[in-house]
């Protein structure tokens, strides 16, 4: 693994905890984004090289020359929201809108 699929992989297990776990966020497969990392990223589909750094919030022209840099590209998401009215959710439901808005959360760019 070169030093750039190196620096990937550790800037998703700080932001997300686990490959597993980013990997669900972007819907990509946990063995896709493992060959990526180890065949590396010049050598993947543009498309999930696009997911990933879309998600990492890296500029995907950089990383094609193996430097990681901050995306220029601004994403302007000012408010999440998840209503609930009128409607007759079970408490297990209400949990699981309670984790899936702390994985929402979780995701967002650090920065």
């Not at 800037?11 to 972007?26: A, D, H, V």
């Not at 919030?57 to 193996?66: H, K, P, Q, Y």
């Amino acid at each position: 693994m070169a030093e750039t699929e190196i620096k990937i992989r550790e800037m998703i297990i700080e932001r997300y905890g686990s490959l597993n776990k980013f990997c669900e966020i972007i819907g990509m497969p946990w063995t896709t984004l493992d060959s990526i990392l180890k065949r590396g990223i010049a050598n993947s589909n543009i498309t999930n090289v696009i997911k990933i750094t879309k998600e990492l919030g890296i500029d995907t022209e950089s990383l094609a020359t193996g430097t990681i840099v901050k995306s220029s590209k601004k994403t302007n998401i000012s408010t999440i929201a998840a209503h609930k009215d009128g409607e007759n959710f079970t408490p297990d439901e209400l949990a699981k809108i309670e984790e899936y808005k702390k994985l929402l959360l979780a995701a967002r760019p650090k920065g």
